[in-house]
């Protein structure tokens, strides 16, 4: 597929470029020899991105979860509808890849989310986790003047759907502790106002390296600099990719 078809990937419920993305990362995989024959994504919505990414691995076999939108027709035998606490369905399979894509900020239940993906996924899989990311100079702006970020509301209701605010750093902690090494971190969905924002991230991007530099914990700098590089003062959103390890 050409880089014009990955451009025209819809989006679906996410950020612009977050599909295209994944997608990307899952074609290297194939073209490396590893196995891309199954996958499982949840929250899956109405499907969008199984119906994307299905055509470019025409024969993958995917499957599908959500909990209140109505699937597409031609995507809606893959799906089912569960609560993400519920992966009893699925009745042991496992799968090469697993994704969950702009769903952390609505499970109340991300640490046992981890620990279930985990266990359905073949030793080597691929685990794919996507997020809005809230450490933006907008949102850091937001949050000094109103208290709220950008992307969550100051004033919830109880039936909010966006509602779990979680860090980057507490992703990561999920990744290592469920037998995960993180394969790559990638910023994506900058808009032309994003860029606006760039003087100013160029002042303040050398005190961040420095405070990274310094600061005390078992967070590598080689993860340290992938989950707080240059571009996460500005992209809105991140997707991490973590390969479960082999034996576990």
Request: charged letters at 20%.
């Amino acid at each position: 597929m050409s880089l014009e078809s990955l451009n025209q990937i819809e989006k679906g419920n996410t950020q612009i470029g977050v599909n295209a993305a994944v997608i990307l990362f899952l074609l290297e995989e194939k073209k490396g020899g590893a196995p891309v024959d199954s996958l499982f994504d949840i929250p899956c919505g109405e499907g969008q991105f199984l119906r994307a990414v299905k055509k470019f691995f025409p024969d993958l076999k995917v499957r599908g979860q959500d909990l209140y939108t109505t699937p597409h027709p031609e995507i809606q035998s893959a799906i089912i509808k569960a609560d993400a606490k519920d992966f009893s369905h699925l009745h042991g399979e496992k799968f090469d890849v697993i994704t969950s894509i702009s769903g952390v900020m609505v499970f109340d239940d991300v640490s046992g989310l981890f620990q279930r993906c985990s266990a359905h996924l073949n030793p080597g899989g691929i685990l794919v986790v996507t997020n809005d990311n809230i450490l933006t100079l907008r949102d850091r702006f937001s949050f000094l003047l109103f208290g709220r970020l950008r992307r969550f509301k100051l004033l919830y209701s109880p039936t909010e759907g966006n509602w779990n605010v979680v860090l980057i750093q507490g992703l990561w902690k999920q990744f290592i502790s469920n037998n995960f090494v993180i394969e790559k971190v990638e910023y994506t969905s900058l808009r032309l106002e994003d860029y606006l924002l760039m003087p100013f991230a160029l002042i303040i991007y050398p005190l961040q390296v420095l405070y990274l530099l310094l600061s005390k914990g078992e967070m590598s700098l080689h993860d340290r600099f992938r989950l707080f590089s240059f571009k996460s003062l500005v992209a809105r959103h991140y997707v991490i990719f973590g390969r479960k390890k082999i034996g576990r």
